[in-house]
């Protein structure tokens, strides 16, 4: 049982190019969130998923695209990187549609530079 | 929007009780308080959460004020294992989505 994976662990884009961070869980969650963190920062939140075949806008989600495969995998996807979006993302589920709780997986995260 | 505050910055020495505290004064109806924690820079990790009862699980105990306005992490025996950024999530209520993490305390222990 892996949890949440992510994949890359690194990545270095210069500025324009595109890439598509990738997630995976293998719990059976319906609920799947991006979060980018900056240096010295709290997490916030760009996209989330409610359940397979819907995604949600969250605090920052300008620049970044979203699509929920399957229920399994969340994928984030940046067209025209900028310097802007250097962070680390982090990828988590949670059980969602009828849990009482909150408690969200999260993934060890990719952390991104771009030139 | 519900907030929170928590100091920025906590030291405990191994072994003691980390006490770690949260306001959250904006908390209403049926909204729980969560706590997560983020160990060097690793994925934010669940510890505890509650609505209005005290709360206790094999990491941590959570006390909750009776009016709701505040509570308080407990590590009853903190080890090095345990510094980490602990984070106090506003309240949300029973199915939202979204969680907000602040910049939360970050939690130092010393040996």
């Known amino acids: 049982n892996a949890g949440v994976t992510q994949t890359p662990k690194f990545q270095v884009l210069k500025t324009g190019q595109s890439m598509t961070l990738q997630c995976a869980q293998d719990?059976?969650?319906?609920?799947m969130y991006w979060y980018r963190q900056d240096p010295g920062m709290g997490l916030r939140l760009i996209y989330y998923s409610a359940s397979e075949g819907t995604t949600d806008k969250g605090e920052v989600p300008n620049g970044y695209n979203v699509s929920r495969l399957n229920k399994r995998e969340f994928s984030l996807r940046l067209e025209s990187a900028a310097p802007s979006q250097t962070s680390v993302y982090f990828c988590a589920s949670r059980q969602g549609q009828g849990a009482p709780y909150n408690e969200q997986f999260f993934g060890p995260g990719t952390r991104l530079t771009v030139l | 929007d519900a907030k929170t505050t928590q100091p920025p910055s906590m030291d405990c020495a191994e072994g003691r009780a980390a006490n770690l505290p949260c306001n959250h004064s904006t908390i209403s109806g049926n909204e729980y308080v969560y706590w997560y924690r983020q160990i060097h820079s690793q994925g934010p990790q669940y510890i505890i959460h509650?609505?209005?009862n005290n709360e206790t699980n094999e990491m941590a105990s959570l006390i909750i004020t009776e009016d709701r306005k505040s509570s308080t992490l407990i590590l009853p025996h903190a080890t090095l294992r345990d510094t980490a950024v602990y984070y106090c999530?506003?309240?949300?209520?029973?199915?939202?989505?979204?969680?907000?993490f602040g910049t939360g305390t970050r939690l130092t222990i010393i040996p």
């Open positions: 999530i506003p309240p949300t209520n029973f199915g939202n989505e979204k969680l907000t």
């Open positions: 509650g609505l209005k």
């Open positions: 719990m059976n969650h319906n609920s």
